[in-house]
Nanobody
């Protein structure tokens, strides 16, 4: 059983930065992956980035590539999302997720555990 708690959201102007944190309780095995998703009002939840625990391989959605960085502190069992050059279209509730590694990392149903979300608002 894994529990995830996000923090670090807030309001920022376009071009600014935020760092989201996701504290995990429970064991994150090498066969797992961890990801960040986001959901804007009236839209479907979309994948932002995933980190494969084995090999620490990161993959990003095209919309955030070269602006966001996903990372993990193994000792603290915490996942991070560094968000730079933020745009108004990045405004959303951001969720942390974890699950057994599968091919379809961008699919919501691929993840077993979810956090409650943290709100990010980017103003122009």
């Amino acid at each position: 059983q894994v529990q995830l708690v996000e923090s670090g959201g807030g309001s920022v102007q376009a071009g600014g930065s935020l760092r989201l944190s996701c504290a995990a309780s429970g064991t994150i095995y090498d066969s797992y992956y961890m990801a960040w998703f986001r959901q804007a009002p009236g839209k479907e939840r979309e994948a932002v980035a995933v980190l494969y625990i084995t090999g620490s391989i990161a993959v990003y959605a095209d919309t955030v590539k070269d602006r966001f960085i996903i990372s993990r502190d193994t000792a603290e069992n915490t996942l991070y999302l560094q968000m730079n050059s933020l745009k108004p279209e990045d405004t959303a509730m951001y969720y942390c997720a974890a699950g057994l590694e599968r091919a379809a990392w961008q699919v919501v149903s691929s993840y077993m555990w979810w956090g409650q979300g943290t709100q990010v608002v980017v103003s122009s």
